[in-house]
């Protein structure tokens, strides 16, 4: 038979299929020694590591489980809002001339945060102290005075209608006299006596005009205290301690009475509106702690219930309750909170340090030592303290868990030291 050659490359077939085989061959035998090296180098690795853990221990702190007084809770989620929340306003027209607060700002009470132009203000002043002073004049007392006290008998209107009062009278009890006489006519009697009735009119009238010039007085003074009232109202005082949260007007605006100026809200304490459902909410009083959170802090902030709604929501069967917080100056209105009520202080529970806890991917456990090496052990947790967390399940009364454990591993050799 005639040689079966590859074309193109003038070799035997038979051959070609030698030196595949030794080329496979050889590839086997390099990746056999390539996964014996690496077998070796590993299991050399582990056993200098593990000659390393045993000559050095890691030296660790624990904290016996105890079972302490946790109380009963009742959890809700619920918004955090300013105590209060006013908007300041003008009380009087005018155009502002100066402010002296803005977004931010810190203000107290009393403190003046800004002022409307005064000129128009400071007339009316004056034209007020100009009426008053006329109206003094008109009885008879001096302008500049401050005593407004006057016998009406002692005015000049009513003296003057005194003396024709008492003219009036003599000649009509003379000519009465003359007429029983029989000297005079009695038209002339008549005469008399109406004369005498007219000054009498015009005496009470006397009496009058001086009761309605005091009352005169008095109407001019209080305009006077009503424009130096506006006058004072010029300037813009805050309320309350607070931060402004908004300013609603700039410099050289003319605002209308009652215009907004700016809005200051009360940061401390802060109110905390939280809905109860109604199967827990009959624990639920007056007085009783919170503890508070919000996300991205792990400040636990502590507050009292303070009031609660006289009625349950009928559309979701919920009880509103507002407690007061106290905020450190990190909190602000409208965040997302959870709050624990405690409604019951002598509730014993299971508990471990926070910083004995290690949580990794989701899942929560502590770290034992048994026979002189960590041992991880899964646990459950319930309510979190300040110091302390519940333990629902995993660990017992009395055994011992690391605290701070770092990136200790189960399985390390480790050293428990005071």
Do not use: W
Not at 358 to 369: D, L, Q, R, S, W
């Amino acid at each position: 038979m005639k040689d079966q050659r590859i074309a193109g490359l003038g070799c035997p077939r038979v051959k070609l299929h030698r030196m595949s085989n030794c080329l496979k061959l050889l590839v086997f035998i390099g990746a056999a020694v390539f996964f014996t090296a690496c077998k070796s180098d590993y299991q050399a690795s582990q056993r200098q590591g593990r000659a390393g853990q045993a000559a050095a221990p890691r030296k660790v702190k624990t904290a016996a489980v105890a079972e302490t007084p946790f109380g009963e809770t009742v959890t809700a989620n619920g918004t955090l809002a300013a105590f209060d929340h006013t908007t300041v306003s003008v009380k009087v027209p005018g155009r502002l001339s100066a402010i002296s607060v803005d977004l931010g700002s810190v203000v107290r009470r009393g403190q003046k945060i800004a002022q409307l132009d005064v000129r128009d203000y400071q007339l009316r002043v004056q034209q007020a102290e100009a009426a008053v002073a006329q109206a003094r004049a008109r009885l008879g007392l001096s302008p500049q005075g401050n005593d407004d006290r006057i016998d009406p008998e002692n005015t000049s209107t009513v003296r003057q209608a005194r003396a024709v009062y008492d003219e009036a009278r003599f000649n009509r009890d003379r000519a009465a006299r003359l007429v029983e006489q029989g000297v005079i006519a009695k038209a002339e009697f008549d005469s008399a006596n109406a004369t005498f009735k007219v000054a009498e009119g015009r005496y009470q009238d006397a009496y009058e005009e001086v009761r309605n010039r005091q009352g005169m007085l008095a109407q001019r003074k209080s305009e006077l205290e009503l424009a130096r009232q506006q006058l004072k109202d010029t300037g813009v005082v805050a309320p309350l301690d607070g931060i402004v949260q908004e300013k609603t007007a700039s410099v050289g605006e003319y605002l209308a009475a009652g215009a907004p100026l700016v809005n200051i809200v009360r940061m401390d304490p802060l109110r905390l509106r939280a809905e109860i459902p109604e199967r827990e909410s009959r624990t639920v009083r007056t007085g009783q702690d919170v503890r508070v959170t919000v996300e991205g802090d792990s400040t636990v902030y502590l507050g009292k219930i303070m009031r609660l709604s006289p009625v349950i929501a009928e559309q979701n069967r919920v009880l509103m309750v507002e407690a007061d917080v106290r905020n450190n100056g990190t909190l602000r209105p409208g965040s997302f909170a959870h709050a624990e009520i405690v409604t019951n202080d002598a509730k014993m529970a299971v508990t471990v340090p926070n910083n004995a806890i290690v949580t990794f991917a989701g899942i929560e456990k502590v770290i034992i030592v048994q026979n002189g090496k960590a041992l991880e052990r899964p646990i459950t947790t319930g309510r979190r303290g300040n110091e302390f967390t519940e333990i629902v399940a995993g660990i017992n009364v009395g055994e011992k868990v690391v605290v701070d454990p770092g990136n200790l591993q189960s399985g390390q050799a480790v050293e428990v030291v005071e």
